[in-house]
């Protein structure tokens, strides 16, 4: 399953647009294809190793997505969010998640565009089929309950805070708990590696596209984009804990 993720022509259009991106974008989303390629690799010989690799390298496709946001015209908050901070990371890396989940149960299927200068999708829509270029403006998230009609409502209702936050702490405890021992002995990596591998190649292609088409088309990705970082740094603000001196 690995190998099909990476041997397909929407994979190779990916991994091949990204020399457009800056540099300290390009750089990562070159690193994170190095580490997800390396936990196919290491997938029989080092399960713990394979782990460690295949979150370094989701880690690493956020931390370009991000870099890509404050180029193409999201600085202001992009600069806010500590691409360093693992619980940041985990965040986008699950709305990339739930993004690709509901693209899929809503039957979304994605092409390379004909002229080959981006993505295309085709989605159900009534008793036909819609097309067009996919772009970050087809997705929506929908925070508060509410949803815009037409193509944008593919990735659903998120969550409310409170559950972001505890979705979040959910998937650093399951970091740590590959990568640190414990006082129940020594990691031994993901329980379901192929799952986990496959899933972690399936979050770093899709943001590499995101961080891509950010750079082909900036205009294209601005609510979405915003959306995202407004959550996040909405979780740091609630995170930080008011010093006593604030209090008086």
Wanted: glycine fraction near 6%; include cysteine; aromatic fraction near 8%.
């Amino acid at each position: 399953m690995a190998d099909a993720l990476w041997d397909n022509e929407i994979s190779r259009w990916i991994i091949g647009k990204i020399p457009v991106l800056d540099d300290r974008s390009q750089y990562r989303a070159d690193n994170s294809v190095r580490f997800a390629l390396w936990a196919k690799e290491f997938r029989e010989a080092s399960p713990p190793i394979a782990s460690f690799c295949a979150l370094h390298a989701v880690e690493e496709a956020v931390a370009a997505f991000i870099s890509a946001a404050k180029t193409c015209g999201h600085r202001e908050r992009a600069k806010i969010v500590n691409i360093h901070d693992h619980l940041s990371k985990a965040l986008v890396s699950i709305f990339a998640a739930r993004a690709s989940l509901a693209a899929n149960q809503g039957r979304l299927a994605i092409a390379v565009h004909p002229d080959g200068q981006s993505l295309a999708y085709r989605l159900p829509k009534g008793d036909g089929y819609a097309y067009n270029r996919l772009h970050l403006s087809v997705f929506h998230v929908d925070f508060d309950g509410t949803s815009e009609a037409g193509d944008r409502n593919l990735l659903g209702q998120v969550p409310l805070l409170d559950d972001i936050e505890a979705e979040v702490k959910r998937v650093a405890d399951a970091r740590n708990g590959v990568l640190y021992a414990s006082d129940a002995g020594s990691p031994i990596g993901f329980l379901d590696l192929e799952t986990e591998v496959n899933r972690a190649t399936s979050l770093c292609l899709g943001l590499i596209w995101g961080s891509v088409d950010l750079h082909l088309d900036p205009a294209q990705g601005g609510a979405f984009v915003q959306m995202i970082l407004d959550k996040m740094i909405d979780l740091n603000t609630a995170r930080i804990k008011p010093k006593k001196s604030d209090l008086n």
